[in-house]
């Protein structure tokens, strides 16, 4: 059983450029999310997915940023017209919906560390 | 919004020496999860709490649910050097079913 995977670890970009990091989810799992981390804090929840459906999405969501999970496997998150404030951890997780109801342990990948220079 | 006030921030002890950390809100919560963070890595899961007043146990580690439903805590049990890491309190509840609110962090350290 694999965990959940994330491309690339790592990223340096220019501001103003676009960038877009790929999550794939335990293969089981149909619910995934995204999250966001700064130094010295704890995860802050941008967006999740049932499947293919984006049901929650965060006000630190701009309209800059953009995520997808087109066939309800794997999610990208893009981030456009970069600013030195992305610089973060870019968290994916993934957890398990069944028909008896949701299990909301949130398994966490190993993060895409974004520099904006 | 909701927030969940961790405490405390960091920790120094011994090795062999019990730990505790705890997390608190104004708001009540219907999930609690604990995690550790090892630098440059993601959030490892080590307990989750689903009803009020639930002790769980993993291992050396020990985790309650308040009986409020707005705090939990984490305690661990002769610490080793490798429980060195941040541990996050997380919690689910309110209006969403997906949103995990994270506490701050306590940051151990452990001498060996």
């Known amino acids: 059983d694999t965990g959940v995977s994330q491309d690339p670890r790592h990223k340096i970009t220019k501001r103003g450029q676009n960038v877009t990091f790929r999550c794939d989810p335990i293969?089981?799992?149909?619910?995934l999310y995204w999250y966001r981390q700064t130094l010295g804090q704890g995860p802050e929840f941008l967006t999740y997915?049932?499947?293919?459906?984006?049901?929650?999405k965060s006000r630190l969501l701009s309209d800059r940023f953009s995520a997808e999970r087109p066939k309800g496997s794997f999610s990208t998150l893009e981030i456009q017209r970069t600013e030195q404030g992305d610089s973060a951890m870019y968290l994916c997780?993934?957890?398990?919906?069944?028909?008896?109801?949701?299990?909301?342990?949130?398994?966490f990948g190993p993060g895409t560390r974004l520099t904006v220079t | 919004g909701q927030q969940l006030n961790q405490s405390p921030q960091s920790m120094f002890i011994q090795e062999g020496e019990d730990v505790s950390m705890n997390c608190t809100s104004s708001?009540?919560?219907?999930?609690w999860l604990w995690y550790k963070q090892d630098p440059g890595e993601g959030p490892v899961l080590l307990i989750a709490?689903?009803?009020?007043?639930e002790l769980t146990s993993n291992g050396r580690l020990t985790a309650q649910f308040g009986i409020t439903r707005k705090d939990s805590f984490l305690n661990i049990s002769a610490s080793i050097p490798s429980d060195v890491g941040i541990y996050f309190c997380?919690?689910?509840?309110?209006?969403?079913?997906?949103?995990?609110?994270f506490g701050q962090g306590t940051i151990l350290t452990v001498h060996p």
């Open positions: 293969s089981e799992h149909n619910r």
């Open positions: 708001s009540i919560f219907n999930t």
């Open positions: 997780a993934s957890s398990f919906l069944t028909s008896g109801g949701p299990i909301y342990e949130q398994y």
């Open positions: 997380a919690a689910l509840g309110g209006t969403s079913y997906g949103k995990l609110t």
């Open positions: 709490l689903y009803k009020a007043g």
């Open positions: 997915f049932q499947n293919e459906a984006q049901l929650e």
